[in-house]
């Protein structure tokens, strides 16, 4: 190509860039694996409770912890990313996920697990999280969406990979050698890919030019001033919201409204968490052709005929179960495919790693309501049904506030000028 003779020194794991950055995808999409191991909670959380005897309750602290020190650091480290460069920060990140497993390994009550899983491996899995999706949208300006989408398919499918590994280590060697070898693995591995990270030189001749696409220009400083920020973090709320609180109570739904065998109920999640994966590359390159709120609105519809469905189900309707939650779980991961894009799509694409950061707090409060919320119903009303009536008013808000508010904002755009 013309554009690789004028930069032909630019290489990426030994092949001119234009080809080579094509190989961050599957690296990027590995350390993604990893971490998304943060997930598979529930594979250790039983033989847990026997080995410390604990409570369900108690049992579920280490995976929330986790869940909030991951909304928590993820926004902090778009801040140093451009300081320490993506390899250090993929490095420093991945260390801390695999002395967070193999410490856990060595807990001896819910306390110290709490802070060994929740906070030392959530904090891990926060500072790596956003640096293959940073490095993937550098390398690609001309396919930012569908490159984060699908690098970001490693997280998603994470369930489907490391919960039955886990299983089955767990069933060979117990908990405690699995949790060992888990991190000491996820230490060389992610460790190892942190070294083919790094940012393309500022106007690299080598990769194909960013299309033109209208942008707003909104730097960090002014991210906060934004409409279209409100916008989107509302969105995304309400997005990890309904599916997060949806994920939680997958088997219970199965078991308890519909009345189906828990195996089948759990090998179900299986199907899910497929659908949660594809959909990631494909809401990222829709988002490369159509506007944000269009794709947004998309999601909150298909959330909504999930809720009619669910919130209408009887006893023994399967088919009606599996297409409802497959529709759920391809939502939750289209938004995490949706939002960075938009984000890139919305604000400075320079300033990426630092706007979605901020962008992503909301998450961060999704998460921790999701978790809680869906269950809370249950109890207060005795059944699963009611928990689908304020995810469905929470889509129908979903498709105002992305018809109103997700959308560039000019006026801000102007103070850059």
């Not at 409570?55 to 986790?66: C, D, G, K, Q, W």
């Not at 807990?107 to 929740?118: D, W």
């Not at 997005?239 to 939680?248: E, H, N, R, Y």
Request: charged fraction near 10%; glycine fraction near 10%; hydrophobic fraction near 50%.
């Amino acid at each position: 190509m013309q554009n690789n003779d004028r930069n032909p020194e630019l290489k990426i794991l030994g092949r001119p860039a234009n080809q080579g950055r094509w190989l961050l995808i599957p690296l990027g999409m590995t350390v993604l694996l990893c971490l998304g191991t943060v997930y598979s909670w529930s594979i250790f959380r039983t033989p847990l409770e026997n080995e410390l005897n604990l409570s369900a309750t108690e049992s579920l602290f280490p995976y929330t912890i986790a869940l909030v020190f991951y909304a928590t650091f993820m926004p902090i480290t778009g801040f140093y990313i451009h300081r320490f460069g993506p390899a250090w920060i993929t490095g420093i990140g991945g260390g801390i996920v695999g002395l967070g497993y193999i410490l856990s390994s060595f807990a001896t009550n819910i306390l110290m697990l709490t802070f060994t899983y929740g906070v030392i491996v959530g904090m891990g899995v926060g500072i790596t999280y956003g640096v293959p999706m940073a490095v993937a949208a550098r390398w690609f300006p001309d396919r930012k969406g569908l490159a984060v989408g699908l690098t970001i398919v490693g997280f998603g499918l994470s369930p489907l990979v490391t919960a039955p590994l886990a299983k089955r280590l767990i069933d060979q060697y117990q908990v405690r050698p699995t949790l060992l070898l888990l991190g000491i693995a996820f230490t060389l591995i992610i460790s190892a890919i942190a070294l083919t990270f790094k940012f393309p030189p500022d106007n690299c001749q080598s990769l194909p030019e960013t299309p033109s696409l209208p942008q707003t220009v909104t730097s960090p400083q002014h991210l906060l001033k934004s409409r279209s920020f409100y916008g989107l973090w509302l969105c995304y709320t309400i997005g990890t919201f309904v599916g997060l609180s949806a994920i939680g109570i997958s088997s219970s739904v199965g078991e308890e409204m519909i009345n189906i065998d828990s195996g089948v109920a759990a090998t179900s999640v299986s199907l899910f968490a497929l659908f949660n994966g594809l959909s990631r590359p494909l809401f990222g390159w829709l988002s490369d052709r159509f506007p944000p709120r269009y794709v947004a609105i998309g999601s909150y519809t298909l959330i909504l005929i999930a809720c009619t469905m669910m919130a209408n189900a009887q006893e023994g309707q399967v088919i009606t179960y599996l297409i409802a939650f497959s529709l759920f779980w391809f939502c939750l991961g289209g938004w995490l495919a949706l939002a960075p894009t938009a984000t890139l799509r919305l604000f400075n694409p320079s300033d990426y790693a630092q706007n979605y950061g901020i962008v992503f707090t909301a998450y961060g409060v999704g998460a921790l309501l999701g978790t809680l919320v869906a269950g809370q119903i249950r109890d207060w009303f005795g059944s699963y049904t009611y928990a689908f009536y304020p995810m469905a008013i929470l889509a129908i808000l979903g498709i105002i506030v992305a018809n109103f508010l997700l959308k560039r904002d000019r006026a801000v755009a102007d103070l850059k000028k």
